[in-house]
């Protein structure tokens, strides 16, 4: 009889236990999903105004003055006319403003970056000579294809400081560059 007493008090004890724990459980699940949407939100607005910043402030297309300048680059000193070539032209927040693949009919190529606004930029290339348009190297990572930056800037064990290539656009211009083959 004694075991009958105790057992619906102690079957009580452990369903309120039982309920106890999963509505904490419960709880915890109702604040960690509010968190995770005040979160979700809070990151969507701050994107948004990031997008919104950045179109006002990057988009723009012209120079402060409304004009835009044509460069025209030949790169020349290729060892052969394999592959192609791949080029970026840089601005100086270091951010990719065009890029592109040439083809190499002769051991020089010519091309010309048009619209460019007034402002400062860089140039770097290399010769894909087998097209797989990755920078090729030896086992030491001693490129076994050529390269080069804007102003022929060279680099001590690896690409030369940023500054030392930048160049400025304020009328259309014309450089010339020679490429580099370290093998």
Same mark, same amino acid.
């Given at each position: 009889?004694?075991?009958?007493?105790?057992?619906?008090?102690?079957?009580?004890?452990?369903?309120?236990? $039982?309920?106890?724990?999963?509505?904490? $459980?419960?709880? &915890?699940?109702?604040?960690?999903?509010?968190?995770?949407?005040?979160?979700?939100?809070?990151?969507?607005?701050?994107?948004?105004?990031?997008?919104?910043?950045?179109?006002?402030? /990057?988009?723009?297309?012209?120079?402060?003055?409304?004009?835009?300048?044509?460069?025209?680059?030949?790169?020349?000193?290729? $060892?052969?006319?394999?592959?192609?070539?791949?080029?970026?032209?840089?601005?100086?927040?270091?951010?990719?403003?065009?890029?592109?693949?040439?083809?190499?009919?002769?051991?020089?190529?010519?091309?010309?970056?048009?619209?460019?606004?007034?402002?400062?930029?860089?140039? $770097?290339? /290399?010769?894909?000579?087998? &097209?797989?348009?990755?920078?090729?190297?030896?086992?030491?990572?001693?490129?076994?294809?050529?390269?080069?930056?804007?102003?022929?800037?060279?680099?001590? /064990?690896?690409?030369?400081?940023?500054?030392?290539?930048?160049?400025?656009?304020?009328?259309? &211009?014309?450089?010339?560059?020679?490429?580099?083959?370290?093998?």
């Amino acid at each position: 009889d004694m075991a009958n007493t105790y057992t619906p008090l102690y079957i009580q004890q452990v369903f309120a236990v $039982r309920y106890v724990s999963n509505q904490a $459980r419960i709880t &915890k699940l109702r604040i960690a999903v509010n968190l995770q949407k005040k979160t979700t939100m809070k990151n969507i607005i701050i994107l948004a105004i990031g997008l919104i910043l950045s179109s006002s402030l /990057f988009g723009q297309t012209e120079s402060c003055d409304g004009n835009t300048y044509n460069l025209k680059v030949e790169i020349e000193g290729f $060892r052969n006319t394999n592959g192609n070539v791949l080029v970026q032209v840089i601005t100086e927040k270091k951010e990719v403003l065009k890029s592109f693949i040439l083809d190499l009919k002769e051991k020089k190529c010519t091309f010309t970056v048009d619209n460019l606004p007034k402002g400062k930029y860089a140039i $770097r290339y /290399f010769h894909d000579e087998n &097209k797989n348009q990755d920078m090729d190297t030896n086992f030491m990572g001693i490129p076994t294809e050529g390269y080069g930056f804007s102003n022929n800037a060279k680099g001590f /064990f690896g690409p030369p400081d940023f500054e030392k290539q930048l160049f400025s656009v304020e009328m259309d &211009k014309k450089i010339a560059l020679k490429i580099s083959y370290l093998l």
